[in-house]
């Protein structure tokens, strides 16, 4: 496991990974702060693949799995936002 390299530029999932007793909720910040330090070039969906790849085997019942699998499955379902733009004008 690589800290540091271009799919973890801050080693953020990395040290996640590696802090005793880690919380979901604190992994969620940790994923948070990795997909917005992400340079925008890249695919986060396929980076995101390639982080849960490297990790699921080792750590199946860790926080951060759980919370970048999480992310993958809201990627792929993105919702609908509405409001009053949305409505059809009379």
């Known amino acids: 496991m690589i800290k540091g390299d271009e799919d973890d530029p801050k080693g953020l999932i990395y040290e996640a990974y590696r802090i005793e ?3 979901k909720p604190e992994c969620r910040s940790v994923f948070l702060d ?6 925008m070039e890249r695919d986060t ?3 995101l693949r390639t982080l849960i790849a490297r990790y699921r085997d080792i750590h199946p019942d860790h926080p951060m799995t759980e919370v970048m699998t999480e992310g ?4 792929a379902a993105p919702r609908r936002r509405g409001g ?3 409505r059809p004008r009379n």
């Open 72 to 75: 993958l499955t809201g990627m």
């Open 45 to 47: 969906g396929q980076t």
């Open 84 to 86: 009053w733009r949305s």
């Open 34 to 39: 990795w997909a917005l330090s992400l340079p």
């Open 21 to 23: 007793g880690i919380s």
